[in-house]
C-alpha cells in the first residue's frame, strides 16, 4: 500500500518539538572567530558546524540572520572554527552570551587573516571564505580550510540541550 500526503495533509511543524528533535542529534561546540572591518575580535558558539567536502576541502555552518555579528561574517575574508575541549563550557557560555566584551580575560592567539585562535582547543580549522547561502532565518558560509591542527583533548559535545562527555563504546 502506498501512502500519499501532500504537505496540507501534514499537521504543521510544532517549533518546540523540533527544536527537541533537532536536539537529539549530538554534536560537538565550536566558537567561530573572524575580525570585525576594524580589526576586532568576534566569536560566536555554534554547533551548526559540519564537514562538507574533502577535496576540495569545505566545511559550513549556519549563523541566525538577527545575529548582531551577520555582518561582520558575511564581510570576513577569513574565520577559524575553535572546536571546544571538554573543559571549555565556560567558553561555550561565554560566546553565546550577549551584553558582554566576549574576549576579554581569553586567551588567543593570532592565526590566518589574523583570526583569533583561543587557546586550548580540542581542534581548529582555519577557513577562508568560500560562499554563503541563504538559509531560511539563518545564512549558510561555506568556508575553504587552509590550515588544521589537532590536539590530543578530549572534545565537548551538546546534545539534549545540555553538555555532553564524549565516551567511546567498547563494541567489538
Ligand atoms: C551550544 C550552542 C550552540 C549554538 N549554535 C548556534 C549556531 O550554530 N548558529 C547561531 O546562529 N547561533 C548559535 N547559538 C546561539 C549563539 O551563540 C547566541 O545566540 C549568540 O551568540 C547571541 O548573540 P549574537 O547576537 O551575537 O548572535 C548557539 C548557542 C549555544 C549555547
Known amino acids: 500500500m502506498t501512502a500519499i500526503h501532500t504537505d ?7 517549533s518546540t518539538e523540533l527544536r527537541r528533535c533537532l536536539g537529539s542529534f549530538v554534536t560537538g561546540v565550536t566558537v567561530m572567530t573572524t575580525l570585525d572591518a576594524d580589526g576586532q575580535p568576534e566569536g560566536i558558539t555554534a554547533n551548526s558546524f559540519s564537514s562538507l567536502s574533502l577535496n576540495p576541502p569545505l566545511i559550513v555552518w549556519s549563523l541566525r540572520l538577527s545575529s548582531r ?17 571538554q573543559d571549555q563550557v565556560h567558553l561555550s557560555n561565554r560566546f553565546a552570551s550577549s551584553g558582554i566584551n566576549r574576549f ?3 586567551a588567543y592567539t593570532p592565526g590566518l587573516g589574523g583570526v583569533p585562535l583561543l587557546e586550548g582547543c580540542a581542534s581548529y580549522l582555519e577557513c577562508s571564505l568560500e560562499a554563503s547561502h541563504p538559509g531560511g532565518d539563518h545564512v549558510l558560509f561555506v568556508g575553504r580550510v587552509q590550515r588544521i591542527r589537532v590536539n590530543d583533548i578530549k572534545p565537548l559535545a551538546y546534545g ?7 565516551q567511546s563504546l567498547d563494541v567489538a
Open 8 to 14: 496540507a495533509a501534514l499537521p504543521a511543524i510544532d
Open 69 to 85: 555579528s551577520f555582518n561582520t561574517y558575511q564581510n570576513a575574508t577569513h574565520f577559524a572554527v575553535n572546536i571546544l575541549a
Open 104 to 106: 576579554e580575560g581569553v
Open 160 to 166: 539534549n540541550g545540555g553538555y555532553l562527555s564524549v
